[in-house]
């Protein structure tokens, strides 16, 4: 499997961004889908996470009530809808897929996408 991470780009403060993740190859229940972010100087850090084959998601604490993860199965796609956006969410963001449950450690995902960078103007 290859991840496709698309969607990035500039937008003030309390505007919005689509994130868009494409799988190529099959994805299986096992799997969950997840969005990370790397702001500048800092580690990479979990975001949100979704079941494959079940509507379970999950959040990180600074992404519940404005980050919205979702799926499109039949286009081997995931979502990261990005509202209210902050500066502070300025980051390069990463899609990947786990078999670790609802993990946020990245080194338990096993692929991952190239980055796609967000930048958020005050």
């Known amino acids: 499997v290859q991840l496709q991470a698309s969607g990035g780009g500039l937008v003030q403060a309390g505007g919005s961004l689509r994130l868009t993740c494409v799988a190529s190859?099959?994805?299986?229940?096992?799997?969950?889908m997840g969005w990370f972010r790397r702001g500048p100087g800092t580690d990479r850090e979990f975001v949100a996470a979704i079941s494959w084959d079940f509507d379970r998601t999950y959040y990180a604490e600074f992404a519940k009530g404005r980050f919205t993860i979702s799926k499109l199965k039949t286009e081997n796609t995931v979502y990261l809808q990005m509202n209210s956006l902050k500066p502070e969410d300025t980051a390069v963001y990463y899609c990947?897929?786990?078999?670790?449950?609802?993990?946020?450690?990245?080194?338990?995902?096993?692929?991952w996408g190239q980055g796609t960078q967000v930048t958020v103007s005050s």
């Open positions: 190859g099959r994805l299986f229940s096992s799997h969950r």
């Open positions: 990947a897929r786990t078999t670790r449950g609802y993990s946020t450690n990245p080194s338990e995902y096993d692929v």
